[in-house]
């Protein structure tokens, strides 16, 4: 079978939602990094299937085996990449997790009451939980962590009329932080013990069982012979890998390195080659049965099952894949790309009979997620089956080595996700703890009113800004807490609201001025990185639109099942005419008059009226004739 390349082999890493710096390690320490992720991998397959753990003690372990992890591999800097402290810093931070484990039935028996060495282990705690994040995905995250306690200790007492806080003691901000189910081993870190752990496990052994060559070989005997046909295939390749990857990053980076240049010898431009790659990748957290970390917290909060939301995505996700690929078609004809050489590209009987068992995991992960099995139980039989599955074909039968390379890889990819959701509990915790989400949500009840379209631009606008600095899960989780209940407050159902903001918390991947999946795509393609993410951002304009039609529309057939199918297919035209208006071609070269009529026309397809969405096909069919019949005045 094929050999993945080592997760230590490389100086960069891409298996969480940003790039970081990676320490490259040899001898010893990387024996103690593989055999202690291996043992990560195991504990977190044992504690979700056949163990019985207390869930504060899990997210204990949970939190020390990533630490331990962290440490070894992200320097301080780039510049400082000694190990020594390190070490230490790895060791200090098990020692935090075992004293919770150890002394927290000491702390229930004096009620509730902290010792001074009890505040002195949550205190590390939470300095290290921070000092990891920052090493692994950047100032930002920490640095917001750190304006949230300190508002609640200190300066919100100075801050005027509703944002005002009396503020809390130092003791009770420890011990909310440590030992309470709201702060660093709460909730979200029971999200990313159990569900996330679990998924990014199952992705790990599809990467290495040699899943992800065989979607890009089937991608491109599918779709190779069409105009367009390999920016076609990247968007139907980097949704299913984006999908198993988790991160939009990491599939741009590992996919991208085939697609954008294929996508370049074929004629396509550095700049939208790059783009559709990016904009491909970002929706991978969209598309069902495996979506991003934060579908797993969506669950876990609104208490709607997950069947239930991987369920409701499909359409939109198709929705959202499909608009990319009306600008690849467009952009195809437009530039007279003409298909691949068939020489090029392995026959899909071919494809199909050397990798078809790699559909069988996905499909028995479907059917236990079906059956009402647990996610995490789903996933855990799905790796189970991925081993057994390889076994179909000699070229890519996993062996021993080949699975405990999986469970480090496994380890590995789940580190900088991890840590990013541990330190979210911090800001969870005091959003919890000081109100700080009632507030926000009065603020936007004040600004938009009763007008449900303002509160969503309010919360488009606020997810911009933070994916400027924060990773999409992390961003999802904020205004999650922040802005759901005033989305809810306004009319919009739980489900609708919560997959709104899950959404809107993709667009820092493709929209300028910080967006990781396109700067990254830019890399590749050799492109200019802002113009490849204005690129982007036209190219994903379905990632905005669409969540419109959740708070409008029945499209997550949440009403009457035929007009949420009408809406879709209606929605996609109106996808198609926006995209013809950004390329200013259809059939032909379109003159000025003729984009501004598709543009009313994409607003007929997509307002929630049926008769106008008549009208608007109506318009559309015109236009189509005429541009057929008519001869061109150019």
Same mark, same amino acid.
């Given at each position: 079978?094929?050999?993945?390349?080592?997760?230590? &082999?490389?100086?960069?890493?891409?298996?969480?939602?940003?790039?970081?710096?990676?320490?490259?390690?040899?001898?010893?320490?990387?024996?103690?990094?593989?055999?202690?992720?291996?043992?990560?991998?195991?504990?977190?397959?044992? &504690?979700?299937?056949?163990?019985?753990?207390?869930?504060?003690?899990?997210?204990?372990?949970?939190?020390?085996?990533?630490?331990?992890?962290?440490?070894?591999?992200?320097?301080?800097?780039?510049?400082?990449?000694?190990?020594?402290?390190?070490?230490?810093?790895?060791?200090?931070?098990?020692?935090?997790?075992?004293?919770?484990?150890?002394?927290?039935?000491?702390?229930?028996?004096?009620?509730?009451?902290?010792?001074?060495?009890?505040?002195?282990?949550?205190?590390?705690?939470?300095?290290?939980?921070?000092?990891?994040?920052?090493?692994?995905?950047?100032?930002?995250?920490?640095?917001?962590? !750190?304006?949230?306690?300190?508002? =609640?200790?200190?300066?919100?007492?100075?801050?005027?009329?509703?944002?005002?806080?009396?503020?809390?003691?130092?003791?009770?901000?420890?011990?909310?932080?440590?030992?309470?189910?709201?702060?660093?081993?709460?909730?979200?870190?029971?999200?990313?013990?159990?569900?996330?752990?679990?998924?990014?496990?199952?992705?790990?052994?599809?990467?290495?069982?040699?899943?992800?060559?065989?979607?890009?070989?089937?991608?491109?005997?599918?779709?190779?012979?069409?105009?367009?046909?390999?920016?076609?295939?990247? !968007?139907?390749?980097?949704?299913?890998?984006? &999908?198993?990857?988790?991160?939009?990053?990491?599939?741009? !980076?590992?996919?991208?390195?085939?697609?954008?240049?294929?996508?370049?010898?074929?004629?396509?431009?550095?700049?939208?080659?790059?783009?559709?790659?990016?904009?491909?990748?970002?929706?991978?957290?969209?598309?069902?049965?495996?979506?991003?970390?934060?579908?797993?917290?969506?669950?876990?909060?609104?208490?709607?099952?997950?069947?239930?939301? !991987?369920?409701? &995505?499909?359409?939109?996700?198709?929705?959202?894949?499909?608009?990319?690929?009306?600008?690849?078609?467009?952009?195809?004809?437009?530039?007279?790309?003409?298909?691949?050489?068939?020489?090029?590209?392995?026959?899909?009987?071919?494809?199909?009979?050397?990798?078809?068992?790699?559909?069988?995991?996905?499909?028995?992960?479907?059917?236990?997620?079906?059956?009402?099995?647990?996610?995490?139980?789903?996933?855990?039989?799905?790796?189970?089956?991925?081993?057994?599955?390889?076994?179909?074909?000699?070229?890519?039968?996993?062996?021993?080595?080949?699975?405990?390379?999986?469970?480090?890889?496994?380890?590995?990819?789940?580190?900088?996700?991890?840590?990013?959701?541990?330190?979210?509990?911090?800001?969870?915790?005091?959003?919890?703890?000081?109100?700080?989400?009632?507030?926000?949500?009065?603020?936007?009840?004040?600004?938009?009113?009763?007008?449900?379209?303002?509160?969503?631009?309010?919360?488009?606008?606020?997810?911009?800004?933070?994916?400027?600095?924060?990773?999409?899960?992390?961003?999802?989780?904020?205004?999650?807490?922040?802005? =759901?209940?005033?989305?809810?407050?306004?009319?919009?159902?739980?489900?609708?609201?919560?997959?709104?903001?899950?959404?809107?918390?993709?667009? =820092?991947?493709?929209?300028?001025?910080?967006?990781?999946?396109?700067?990254?795509?830019?890399?590749?393609?050799?492109?200019?990185?802002?113009?490849?993410?204005?690129?982007?951002?036209?190219?994903?304009?379905?990632?905005?639109?669409?969540?419109?039609?959740?708070?409008?529309?029945?499209?997550?057939?949440?009403?009457?099942?035929?007009?949420?199918?009408?809406? =879709?297919?209606?929605?996609?035209?109106?996808?198609?005419?926006?995209?013809?208006?950004?390329?200013?071609?259809?059939?032909?070269?379109?003159?000025?008059?003729?984009?501004?009529?598709?543009?009313?026309?994409?607003?007929?397809?997509?307002?929630?009226?049926?008769?106008?969405?008549?009208?608007?096909?109506?318009?559309?069919?015109?236009?189509?004739?005429?541009?057929?019949?008519?001869?061109?005045?150019?």
């Amino acid at each position: 079978m094929s050999e993945p390349r080592s997760p230590l &082999s490389t100086d960069e890493d891409i298996s969480g939602e940003v790039i970081t710096s990676r320490r490259h390690l040899t001898g010893f320490p990387a024996q103690t990094v593989t055999v202690v992720a291996i043992a990560v991998s195991l504990f977190h397959v044992w &504690s979700n299937t056949i163990g019985v753990l207390p869930e504060l003690h899990r997210n204990a372990l949970h939190f020390a085996g990533l630490l331990f992890l962290g440490f070894l591999l992200y320097p301080p800097t780039s510049r400082v990449r000694g190990l020594a402290l390190d070490v230490f810093l790895a060791f200090v931070a098990v020692g935090t997790a075992l004293y919770l484990i150890f002394f927290e039935e000491a702390l229930h028996a004096r009620n509730q009451i902290p010792l001074g060495r009890d505040l002195v282990a949550a205190a590390v705690a939470v300095v290290l939980i921070l000092e990891i994040t920052r090493r692994t995905t950047g100032w930002f995250i920490p640095s917001l962590a !750190v304006v949230f306690l300190t508002y =609640a200790l200190f300066w919100g007492r100075w801050v005027t009329g509703t944002w005002h806080f009396p503020g809390v003691s130092l003791t009770r901000m420890l011990y909310r932080m440590y030992f309470a189910p709201d702060g660093i081993f709460g909730t979200i870190a029971t999200v990313s013990s159990t569900f996330v752990a679990l998924f990014v496990l199952f992705g790990a052994f599809l990467l290495r069982s040699g899943a992800g060559e065989f979607i890009m070989k089937f991608a491109l005997a599918l779709l190779g012979r069409n105009v367009g046909g390999p920016a076609k295939m990247a !968007v139907f390749a980097s949704g299913l890998l984006g &999908s198993i990857s988790g991160s939009a990053v990491a599939n741009t !980076v590992g996919s991208g390195s085939l697609t954008i240049p294929m996508m370049k010898r074929t004629g396509f431009q550095p700049t939208f080659a790059a783009a559709v790659e990016a904009s491909a990748s970002t929706g991978g957290q969209l598309m069902p049965p495996i979506m991003g970390a934060g579908a797993f917290i969506m669950s876990q909060w609104t208490q709607i099952p997950y069947l239930t939301i !991987v369920a409701v &995505s499909i359409v939109p996700a198709m929705m959202y894949f499909v608009s990319v690929t009306f600008f690849v078609h467009l952009r195809a004809r437009k530039r007279n790309i003409l298909p691949m050489d068939p020489d090029e590209i392995t026959p899909l009987k071919t494809v199909l009979k050397e990798g078809w068992h790699f559909l069988i995991p996905l499909a028995i992960l479907v059917l236990l997620l079906v059956e009402g099995f647990t996610p995490t139980y789903a996933a855990a039989a799905g790796c189970v089956s991925i081993v057994a599955a390889s076994w179909l074909n000699k070229q890519t039968r996993m062996g021993v080595r080949d699975i405990l390379a999986a469970l480090e890889l496994g380890a590995l990819n789940l580190v900088s996700t991890g840590v990013i959701l541990l330190c979210a509990g911090i800001i969870v915790g005091v959003v919890l703890l000081v109100g700080i989400g009632i507030k926000f949500s009065l603020l936007i009840g004040a600004l938009a009113g009763s007008h449900l379209i303002l509160a969503i631009a309010l919360v488009a606008i606020a997810s911009l800004i933070l994916g400027m600095g924060l990773p999409v899960t992390a961003s999802y989780i904020v205004l999650a807490v922040l802005a =759901a209940p005033a989305l809810t407050s306004l009319g919009l159902g739980i489900l609708a609201a919560h997959l709104l903001i899950f959404w809107y918390s993709q667009d =820092a991947n493709v929209t300028p001025p910080v967006c990781l999946a396109a700067y990254s795509a830019a890399g590749i393609a050799g492109s200019h990185p802002v113009r490849t993410g204005f690129e982007s951002w036209k190219i994903a304009k379905g990632l905005y639109i669409i969540p419109l039609l959740f708070c409008y529309t029945p499209l997550l057939f949440q009403g009457d099942p035929l007009w949420a199918i009408e809406t =879709a297919v209606s929605g996609t035209a109106g996808l198609l005419a926006f995209a013809i208006v950004f390329e200013g071609f259809h059939l032909r070269h379109l003159s000025i008059p003729y984009r501004a009529i598709f543009a009313v026309t994409a607003v007929l397809l997509l307002w929630p009226l049926p008769w106008l969405h008549l009208a608007g096909w109506t318009t559309f069919g015109v236009l189509t004739l005429v541009q057929r019949t008519v001869p061109s005045s150019t």
